[in-house]
C-alpha cells in the first residue's frame, strides 16, 4: 500500500475505503431493520453494536459519545436479557405482563440507541443528512 505523511504526522493510506464502509453501513442498517421488525432484540443489539464499532473510529476515544454508548450498555443490562423474537416459551405458558412490560422497555431502548447512532452517523457526514448547497456539477 502507499502512504503519505499527514500535517498530524499520521499516514494516511492514498487509498479511501469509504465506499466500502459505506456499504458495510447500509448492509448494518438493513440487518437492524429486519431484526427491529422481528422483534430480535438480541441480534437487533448486536446490529446496533457493529454499526457503532464503524462509527467509534472517527470519535475521540474516551469521550462523550463514548460514555453514552455505555449508558445504554448500563441500561440495557439493567433490563435483563434481550428477547430473540421467539415465542417459545411453552405450549400454553401465559407471558405474564411484567415479562411484556420489559420487552416493551427493551424496544423503547433499543429505538432509542439506534436513533442516537443515527445522529451520530449524520453528524459525521455519512449518514442521511447533506449540505443542499454542495452541487454534483461544482
Same mark, same amino acid.
Given at each position: 500500500?502507499? =502512504? +503519505?505523511?499527514? #500535517?498530524?504526522?499520521?499516514? *494516511? &493510506? *492514498? =487509498?479511501? &475505503?469509504?465506499? @466500502?464502509?459505506?456499504?458495510?453501513? %447500509?448492509?448494518?442498517?438493513?440487518?437492524? %431493520?429486519? %431484526?427491529?421488525?422481528?422483534?430480535?432484540?438480541?441480534?437487533?443489539?448486536?446490529? !446496533?453494536?457493529? /454499526?457503532?464499532?464503524?462509527?467509534? &473510529? #472517527?470519535? *475521540?476515544?474516551?469521550?462523550?459519545?463514548?460514555?453514552?454508548?455505555?449508558? @445504554?450498555?448500563?441500561?440495557?443490562?439493567? !433490563?435483563? /436479557?434481550?428477547?430473540?423474537?421467539?415465542? #417459545?416459551?411453552?405450549?400454553? /405458558?401465559?407471558?405474564?405482563?411484567?415479562? $411484556?412490560?420489559?420487552?416493551?422497555?427493551? @424496544?423503547?431502548? $433499543?429505538?432509542?440507541?439506534?436513533?442516537?447512532?443515527?445522529?451520530?452517523?449524520? *453528524?459525521?457526514?455519512?449518514?442521511?443528512?447533506?449540505? +443542499?448547497?454542495?452541487?454534483?456539477? #461544482?
Amino acid at each position: 500500500m502507499e =502512504y +503519505e505523511k499527514a #500535517d498530524d504526522g499520521l499516514q *494516511k &493510506s *492514498k =487509498y479511501n &475505503s469509504g465506499q @466500502f464502509n459505506n456499504i458495510r453501513l %447500509h448492509n448494518l442498517w438493513l440487518d437492524c %431493520h429486519k %431484526h427491529a421488525r422481528q422483534g430480535n432484540l438480541i441480534k437487533w443489539n448486536a446490529d !446496533l453494536d457493529r /454499526v457503532w464499532c464503524e462509527l467509534a &473510529s #472517527d470519535e *475521540k476515544e474516551g469521550g462523550n459519545t463514548d460514555k453514552k454508548f455505555d449508558d @445504554f450498555e448500563g441500561e440495557l443490562d439493567k !433490563l435483563g /436479557v434481550l428477547w430473540n423474537g421467539s415465542n #417459545d416459551e411453552g405450549y400454553g /405458558v401465559i407471558i405474564i405482563e411484567d415479562t $411484556l412490560k420489559i420487552r416493551r422497555n427493551q @424496544f423503547k431502548l $433499543l429505538i432509542k440507541k439506534e436513533i442516537w447512532i443515527r445522529r451520530l452517523q449524520n *453528524k459525521q457526514g455519512k449518514g442521511t443528512a447533506y449540505d +443542499e448547497n454542495e452541487g454534483w456539477d #461544482d
